[in-house]
């Protein structure tokens, strides 16, 4: 089904926001108080426009309280994106989004009610490290300090056995949610699927239980 979606702030992280959900077929509304920034993105947004995101009334007259959903991507400036995200939640957006710059800009975020609270350079920062320490992890989700979700190739002990005979649960203490087989994805797979070669297996489970997975072959 098709949202709508505003994007406040047309830097690298706003950019790359704004065209994918273009590209996904969704309505975006791009704003940006760099006029230079907005008309880049014109051929990648439904509709683009120069305005402050701490103004108010110029939100209210871009109609953005028709929208569901607003990332606020403004970068640097903190007080900037604290006062649009303020406004926002005042105007009564339902859903928003903010990317953050540090600790600090969290915690204000956090008290003025984002709902979202986004870390761009720390989340792939984790994610490039679980791939540099594991050869075996493709792709790697923080849900929480402890827990985690995993794709990873699956162990060579694994091959054309079934889920019901490796008893991955009972050992390891993981879930496999998913198998991954070329261009196909098997979500909650049966008791009776057969793992094969080249399989990646979609893992949730506490990091120690997935660690201990990761390094059985
Ligand atoms: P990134 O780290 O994602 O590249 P940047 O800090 O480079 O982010 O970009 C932030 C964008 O937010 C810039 O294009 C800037 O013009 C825009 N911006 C900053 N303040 C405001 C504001 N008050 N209203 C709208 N856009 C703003």
């Keep these: 089904m098709k949202k709508q979606f505003a994007v406040i ?39 683009s426009s120069v305005a402050d995101g701490t103004d108010e009334k110029s939100l209210r007259s871009l109609g953005i309280t028709n929208f ?9 400036n903190l007080q900037a994106s604290i006062l649009c995200t303020l406004l926002l939640k005042e105007m009564g957006i339902a859903s928003v989004w903010v990317k953050a710059q540090n600790y600090y800009h969290h915690k204000v975020l956090d ?20 791939h540099l320490v594991s050869e075996k992890v493709i792709d790697y989700i923080e849900l929480s300090d402890d827990f985690s979700i995993v794709e990873i190739a699956a162990p060579r002990f694994m091959n054309k056995r079934s889920l019901i005979d490796l008893d991955i649960r009972a050992k390891f203490g993981v879930t496999i949610l998913g198998i991954k087989r070329g261009k196909n994805i098997n979500i909650s797979p049966m ?18 239980d997935l660690k201990r997975f990761e390094e059985s072959t």
């Design 191 to 208: 008791a009776d699927e057969q793992i094969l070669e080249n399989d990646i297996l979609i893992v949730i489970g506490h990091k120690n």
């Design 68 to 76: 569901d959903h607003v990332i606020v991507a403004i970068g640097d």
């Design 9 to 47: 702030g047309l830097g690298r992280f706003g950019v790359s926001v704004s065209t994918e959900l273009h590209k996904l077929g969704h309505e975006v509304l791009a704003i940006d108080s760099n006029e230079a920034k907005v008309n880049e993105i014109v051929n990648d947004s439904t509709y």
């Design 111 to 130: 008290k003025i009610g984002a709902d979202k609270i986004i870390h761009p350079e720390h989340d792939m920062g984790n994610r490039i490290a679980q």
